[in-house]
């Protein structure tokens, strides 16, 4: 039953580690499933917010928890691959296996074209419901990374600090802010 081997297959990303946490030794790190949820929430709370602040016009909740929760469907079967080990593949390759692994576990689903569809639109970040979930998603990780550090006092998470990710700009305003304030944070943490 094609539904039921999506579910079984979705369920792995609740014991699929983030391997960048590993790699760095943190110590019963989240995992794929926990970030996702993560993702979902920070871009629910920040169309809120841009909303709000007349920065957003009205974005389709529905599509935005969608690309959160399939973002990182695909770590199901092939797994997180780090940055670190990503710089080894010929480009474009993790997008490819992430697209065909995907492809393969929704083929059965009635709409498995319109969810593949949705997770094209956040890797493109084409829409803007596209573009809060892609800050979601690094908003989240930097979340984590702070979060670890406070905990665990694991200075090798600085990296996060300085990597492409956080030092690229955020598509909104609100995330901008949002991340402005956790660097404050984190400095203050840190010194």
Avoid at 88 to 101: I, L, M, Q, V
Avoid at 147 to 175: C, H, K, Q
Wanted: proline share 4%.
């Amino acid at each position: 039953m094609a539904l039921l081997d999506t579910l079984l297959a979705a369920n792995n990303l609740k014991t699929t580690p983030r391997m960048g946490w590993v790699l760095r030794g943190v110590a019963e790190a989240e995992s794929v499933a926990e970030h996702s949820y993560g993702v979902a929430f920070v871009a629910l709370a920040l169309a809120d917010v841009a909303e709000a602040s007349g920065e957003g016009d009205g974005f389709d909740r529905g599509k935005l928890l969608s690309m959160a929760l399939l973002h990182d469907l695909a770590e199901s079967v092939i797994s997180d691959l780090p940055l670190p080990a990503q710089r080894f593949f010929p480009a474009g390759a993790k997008a490819t296996a992430e697209r065909a692994a995907l492809s393969e576990l929704l083929a059965g689903l009635p709409g498995s074209q319109g969810l593949l569809a949705l997770w094209e639109e956040f890797e493109e970040g084409s829409g803007p419901e596209a573009r809060v979930v892609r800050d979601a998603d690094r908003l989240d990780m930097l979340l984590q990374a702070f979060v670890y550090i406070e905990r665990t006092g694991n200075r090798a998470l600085a990296e996060f600090w300085d990597s492409p990710a956080a030092r690229a700009p955020f598509e909104f305003a609100v995330s901008q802010r949002v991340y402005a304030a956790l660097r404050d944070r984190y400095d203050r943490y840190t010194r």
